[in-house]
């Protein structure tokens, strides 16, 4: 019995697997550093102080020693890759477990999609805790792939790797009580329940908390993290490739009320989780500006492992699995070996671990989609239409009136006033959906970008200039399964195949990377002068989020929360 | 459904049970003291802020609103009150909720015992939480009414409030691996389990906490107790009647460390809880001492539901338990008023909640002894014997040797050299147990005490100078079922029946105070210069405690651990 050999290696009857000498040890537990030795046997830490004898040995000369990190609230697809690669992003940086909502894939496939995602995460060297999506689909705006209702949900709470509810993101379906909602609410009662609610404040935010949710990593201002923090939310505070909060919020943190506060990621692409980093660069950042080091890792470790209850994580202590990261230089933590349960899975920002062998897992098609019977053409109903703005690379947009530019009777692309044709193909039951729109601030000249990474229904979106690129690049994405193209009239400049539900792609981190970099050059090509047009394209579809939106359904005005006609 | 209630309360669509007005509230989440209404529905707080109607006001004017406290381990057994009286003891004291080890009734009644427990704190003001007995019986070298493995307590785990392991003070069974402590150990896994290790340190230390247990409550110097928290043990810091290690462990609170150290109590009479109070007397005191209000608060309250997984007790937030305290004065806090699931139960020290109707339980007799059939003399085989020497009102004794007092061939009490003859009889199967043994340190010149009341196996404990008045002891507990006599020759000069178990009474609080108050006055008329020699009497047969001790099997050599003869 495995506690039986642990109790006999902490009593020192027997030698240990491993002793680590000489640690400054970071003890979130008791809010102190100092040197000790710690002991590991059968993937846990047994015993920590001096006499202990060991099968290895390695003297850490007083190198600062800290729990793995944790990663409160992360969604991998945005890595555009399947948790294995996914590990080898994060792993180097010290993460070693995270708690990922998986409700893209599980908008395209449903529980199905939470599985492979359970199965991908198998025997590799990151912890993926998986809280199960509440809100798939976001709105009844939008065809999803699929439909979760709390009946739908309630086996993931037989799952030890299930945590709890993902961010419950309807805050207007529970503030008012919708029963779907509440459903959902009442089977997860006993689990931690994330949050999502922007910018909810007051009575209404009463309501929401009074709810049973108890996180949330919406906040951007300080007064609106601490009017949160006070009603009882524990506040993740994110760092995303785009969303950035870590800086405006650090005036948050205080001694009395860290404890209450985690990091978290949210949405990181592989070229920010390659160059930055992941909750390591959030702890680098808070401690480079003033935060106590012991504060700062404790909110990356510690404190999150407390929240979802995960109480043999993110402690260095007897009894815990060895997750630990030894780092050098406080002022500057950069993990120099990341041991996962006891074993050396990374050191010096290289992985070390072996990929598991992956099963083979036969993926559905995830693109359906009819051609054939698609029309794209517009025909132009009256002189003005609505025209989604987009806003660098912010998931807002505005919500512009424009004289509509009509050939032969329809509406079209005008690149002189970069008003460009968008486009919102259902592609999970071929139902025929279409929803088309215009958007200015893409900058095209030339040609279509197309993908069927557009948050959350993972529709397929187009924006182009000309109807030969647009249906050149549908055909496209067809061809490749899912992923992302750019093309010029009939010449598909490049793509950039993601057939894991069209959302992620199996091959290696760093050529996804490449390619990536690849697709956005591509489309600088055709004009756009976006940092990255492939990404703001991807919440051009997001009816959740401000002002003006087009889903396969039509085009959707946020604020009055409704589809609206194209032409005013 | 009573969230939908609660969500339209909270938006404001319909007024509250109750609101409280102009609180100071000690937020023990954000760790701040501020301004704001606290607004209750349905037991529940429901929103904090301004704009809500309610049924009922109440003004605070200002004064200070924290959390119910929450003793974090008591034998609720110790106040010789079962948990309706003891309720009455402590509610007034601002204590809302309590996680009580009852091992005194389940080492006489088992899992009937346990449940009488459970049974009687039903519809109660206080929430009573209950930890499963782990070490019934303590060891091998007593008898116990009733012995409970891993599989009888493993029922336990389906109750509600049921929160985990009671303290498992057979330390050398988890150091080593006993194969009944670890079945305990890895059914309770997922839950909290309690420790009881004193001055267990080093190696050993590291054994017993990488089994999983989670807390401490024998710490008595920081050293211990800093030692034990570095290691990942929560602290629960004790202030019983006579265990009192609150003002030595103050030095080890810091901002630092403070989330994982609680306040309990452990075992407090009447007449602490009556004149000082329970936890609201450790945080006043720390406060006393300096200790910051918010930080003292949250060892009462938070942190202890926290550690319990309690998530709606604990802190004032929408959604949780209404269970609150009004007082004035930061820095000699005195709970004015306190609610409990929105109810005002206590005002200005005064119980104001009715005492909930008592099921009748028809309870089995507890004191099963055959006296026809004892023998209470000593035949001398020796000269010397060994005395248990006990020491004021300590739990620790003594191990002497003495010149036996011989007369007619018996040993026998010499009141002169102040030794007693003390005797245990087995008193729940008659199964004809008897130990005898000498006893220096009571100072008896006349008579017999006895009492049901000895931990942990509760036998019929009697210390006498004659054979009379130790026999009509014997009687007159037999004559009350169970409880506390003394006896002057066949003259009695008092009783304190405790017919639940021979350890509780359901009369009032005060009563019990009175009369126990009565008994002690009688033990000093027969001589004893001791505080209170019924509750010294009641740990002489406490085998787990050093150093001589007598049990129904014999005299134990604690040290030794192991019975041994009584003359040498």
Known sequence: MTIVDRLAVARGDFPADLALRNAMLVNVWSGEIYPTDIIIHNERIVALGSGYQAKQEIDLTGRYLCPGFIDAHVHIESSLCTPPEFARAVVPHGVTSVVTDPHEIANVWGMQGIQFMLERAKDGPLSVFVNAPSCVPATSMETSGARLEADDLAPLLENPWVTGLAE??????VVFGDEGMLDKLERFQSKPMDGHC????????NAYVSSGIGSEHECTTVEEALEKLRLGLTIFIREGTTTRNLLPLLPLITPQNHTRICFCTDDRQPNSLMDEGSIDFMIRTAIAHGVDPVMAIRMGTLNTAQYFRLYDYGVISPGKWADMIVFSDLQNLQPKMVFRR??????????????PTL??????????????????RIPATSTQTRVIGAIGDQVVTGNLIKDASVINGHAVSDTNRDILKMIVVERHHANGNIGKAFIN??????????GTVAHDHHNLVIIGVDEVSIRRAIEAVIE?????VAVNGENVLGTLPLPVAGLMTELPLEQVRQEYDGM??????????????????SFMALEVIPSLKL???GLVDVEQFKVVDLFV
Chains 1, 2 share one sequence.
């Open 168 to 173: 419950v993101m309807n805050y207007p379906g």
């Open 198 to 205: 922007p910018a909810l404040t007051g009575k209404q935010l």
């Open 342 to 355: 006891g074993q050396l899975v990374a050191q010096d920002g290289k992985m070390i671990a072996q990929k």
């Open 359 to 376: 099963r083979p897992i036969q993926l559905p098609k995830s693109v359906n989609v009819d051609l054939a019977h698609l029309d794209f």
């Open 441 to 450: 601030g893409f900058g095209l000249k030339h040609g279509a970008l197309a």
């Open 480 to 484: 490749i399964g899912g992923g992302l």
């Open 520 to 537: 956005i050059a591509h489309a600088q090509s055709l004009g756009s002068a976006l940092p990255d047009p492939f990404m703001t394209m």
């Open 551 to 553: 889903t396969d359904v």
